[in-house]
């Protein structure tokens, strides 16, 4: 039997099983393998992603906790620190006060010291100014006696 185009339909159905029996092998040795093996990757990186995505979650949510800590924490040190800074300003006044309270002991004490200093030099100018005058009316008294004497004396040899 001829056929048209020398075409052998034996040929092609036998080139037909050959095809089917590659496909077959090729499907079961390559194809569920490689696709079982996609799968498994596939899965292992959602697994991933998804641990991921929580982690970063967390990390968010640590984030949050962390920043309301801080922000907690830098009340609590601005409260700290204007309570410092009263207590600094407090002692600051009790310091100038009592700085001022001695300044005024030690003025009051220099104007006692110098009011027994000028009563001392009064004193002494007066007990000197008295000396003064005691050695002058000795001196005076010295004179005069002694002129007086010499009066007498010369009123007595007249006569």
């Known amino acids: 039997m001829s056929l048209p185009l020398n075409i052998d339909w034996q040929q092609i159905l036998l080139h037909l099983f050959n095809f089917s029996i590659l496909s077959l092998g090729l499907y079961l040795l390559l194809y569920n393998p490689v696709r079982n093996f996609i799968e498994s990757r ?85 007990k000197e100014a008295a000396s003064i005058a005691i050695s002058a009316m000795e001196k005076m008294l010295s004179e005069s006696s002694d002129v007086a004497l010499d009066q007498f004396l010369e009123v007595v040899k007249k006569e």
């Open 42 to 126: 596939s899965e292992y990186y959602k697994q991933l992603d998804s641990e991921a995505n929580e982690k970063i979650q967390k990390a968010k949510e640590l984030e949050l906790s962390l920043q309301e800590r801080m922000n907690g924490i830098q009340a609590e040190m601005e409260e700290h620190r204007a309570k410092l800074l009263s207590e600094a300003q407090n002692e600051a006044d009790e310091i100038l006060l009592k700085a001022r309270q001695n300044a005024q002991k030690i003025i009051s004490d220099a104007r006692k010291a110098a009011l027994q200093e000028r009563e001392k030099i009064l004193e002494e100018a007066h």
